[in-house]
């Protein structure tokens, strides 16, 4: 009731740990876990409401936000586990919150969520050419085969691969002939209308993408690259992310999903090259003989050395954070090829420390000393198209800190006695580029205290004025540390196992969607963990090495160690490696 009469005069904010109440306009009450207080009351010209119904309205508040806060220091039962005696600060509050599952994860799907996941994974099976035992089918898709099960076919790869083929053209194509989330009919809606309302909100042109990919690559191949894009998340989870991004939509999202497949295999090489050489990789092509190949591996491991950016701590989320030092990237010392490369290298690494609970990370852009010199916009929108187009759902928070005026370009701008700010800089360029989600996770920070809001001091580092001691030191490749990767036998047995373990999954996933009863979401949740510790299991055998195996933040099993002694007592003045022409030692601190 209280509340009810409270919202009669006020809009009601919800934050994790506070309630706002703008009484009136000018006036906001405050009610923490710890605290009430009053922040600029004062009254306000415009509004009918009179300044003592204010008050009394404002006392009502606070009295009423007292009897809410109130609890007997006998009712520990309806404060769960909280100490009889204790108030839960903020941290306590958000590491609490670390072990809950957000919303539209596996786990906590609403029922139409859960209908929209398992369309989507029909739609998957289908691309990817999936059989079952017994020729089980998927509904409405007609017989499924494999072309790894079909030898008695071996024109069918062929024909999958080739754009003259106008009957499998045709039939991928029927993916589309019904609209998932809006048209239940069953009526087609292919042709212009179709691709104009896709194409409308398709930022990178991603539905022309599709089609050439489902003409030109073997469903097995795209099925391999979602698999290997797996690792040790929950296959929902992954799923789930091209879903949420694009709103729930099963065909944008499977557009989304296998186009993102064809950039890993096709553009990038994701997991045959970049994750599988690494580092290691790159130091030997650092020391080749042929130029080309010499520069490649001696700008990756520049930035490695200097770091450009590197993972450490978490927020108070406990989200992973990479810090990026923009004053040490000038335009022109490494080749366009080297810096997409490094940030791909960059974000896979960081998806190694994410887990079901916390999914998302957080990057600091330590904007100090920036200046012109150190702008380059095409990296930038490499950066941008990487997490809006083939990591959906990744980013968590983005905070700008310390960034000076010529960045956000505020210009002081007078009218009579009013002095306001316009926004006409770099930011404002790059804001554009953004999706407004994305463009919404975006913060601005100027000093320890403002950044305090995102993450706690203790997890600060010193170079950005917390009370983190660790510091950045670049542990050099060791030799034979990659030894694993050409070994067959082992990393063959735990890739049969794999394999098994993936077509038990589809199995479960094809009954699931079929009669999506407990049963099967039952044997699907512990497929999901078997193939969790399987991947930590083969995962020597597939990726080299990285700074955070070497400095302890990854530990045997995907276990994740921030401020163990392995990694958190690192501290040195020493540089590992030349300094770069142009950057000054200060400038690595």
């Known amino acids: 009731m209280f509340l009810r009469c409270i919202n009669r005069h006020a809009h009601c904010h919800i934050h994790p740990f506070r309630l706002q109440y703008p009484i009136i306009r000018n006036s906001i009450v405050t009610l923490n876990k710890t605290n009430i207080r009053i922040l600029r009351l004062r009254p306000n010209k415009e509004s009918t409401i009179s300044a003592p119904l204010t008050l009394a309205v404002t006392a009502a508040f606070l009295l009423g936000g007292s009897i809410l806060l109130y609890r007997p220091s006998g009712a520990s039962e309806e404060r769960g586990n909280q100490p009889d005696n204790e108030v839960q600060t903020k941290e306590e509050y958000y590491n609490s919150m670390v072990g809950i599952t957000p919303p539209g994860r596996p786990g906590n799907l609403t029922p139409d969520q859960e209908v ?133 939509d099963v065909e944008k999202a499977l557009i989304m999903l296998i186009t993102t497949m064809h950039w890993r295999m096709q553009d990038m090489h994701v997991d045959d090259d970049v994750i599988r050489k690494g580092e290691g990789g790159a130091l030997t092509d650092s020391q080749s003989s042929e130029a080309a190949v010499r520069k490649e591996g001696e700008d990756f491991m520049t930035q490695l050395r200097m770091g450009k950016s590197f993972l450490h701590g978490t927020d108070k989320e406990g989200r992973p954070m990479c810090f990026v030092r923009v004053r040490l990237h000038k335009q022109g010392e490494q080749s366009e090829a080297s810096l997409e490369r490094y940030t791909v290298y960059v974000i896979e690494t960081a998806r190694l420390l994410l887990t079901n609970h916390v999914d998302t990370a957080a990057v600091v852009f330590d904007m100090t000393g920036f200046s012109m010199a150190n702008m380059d916009y095409t990296p930038v929108k490499f950066m941008i198209k990487c997490f809006e187009a083939n990591y959906p759902e990744s980013l968590g928070v983005v905070l700008v800190h310390k960034s000076p005026w010529i960045f956000q370009g505020l210009t002081p701008s007078f009218h009579e006695w009013d002095i306001s700010l316009t926004t006409t800089g770099i930011w404002k360029i790059i804001k554009g580029w953004l999706d407004p989600v994305v463009a919404g996770k975006v913060h601005f920070t100027k000093n320890v205290e403002e950044l305090e809001q995102f993450v706690s001091r203790s997890h600060i580092i010193k170079e950005l004025g917390g009370d983190d001691p660790w510091t950045y030191q670049y542990i050099e490749p060791e030799p034979g540390e990659n030894n694993q990767i050409t070994e067959s036998s082992t990393k063959q047995r735990l890739a049969d196992e794999r394999a098994a373990t993936v077509k038990e999954f589809e199995v479960a996933t094809h009954d699931w969607a079929k009669n999506p009863k407990i049963e099967p979401q039952q044997k699907r949740s512990e497929l999901a963990e078997r193939l969790r510790k399987g991947y930590w299991q083969i995962d020597p055998y597939l990726r080299a090495r990285t700074l955070c195996d070497r400095s302890g933040i990854i530990r045997t099993g995907g276990v994740i160690e921030f401020y163990g002694s392995s990694n958190g007592a690192v501290s040195s003045q020493n540089h590992n490696g030349p300094i770069p022409a142009g950057h000054a030692p200060d400038d690595l601190d």
């Open 116 to 248: 929209k996941l398992q369309e989507l994974w029909t739609s998957m099976l289908k691309v990817f050419g999936v059989s079952f035992p017994g020729n089980r089918n998927v509904d409405g898709l007609g017989e499924l085969k494999t072309w790894s099960d079909s030898p008695d076919q071996p024109d069918q790869r062929q024909r999958a691969g080739t754009v003259t083929s106008d009957k499998k053209k045709k039939k991928r194509k029927s993916l589309f002939s019904r609209r998932h989330n809006d048209d239940p009919s069953g009526e087609d809606i292919e042709g212009e209308h179709a691709d104009s309302e896709i194409d409308s909100e398709d930022k990178y042109g991603q539905t022309k993408e599709f089609h050439e990919v489902i003409a030109s690559q073997s469903p097995d191949d795209l099925r391999n690259a979602f698999w290997s894009m797996v690792k040790h998340d929950h296959p929902d989870a992954l799923v789930l992310r091209f879903l949420r991004a694009r709103k729930w």
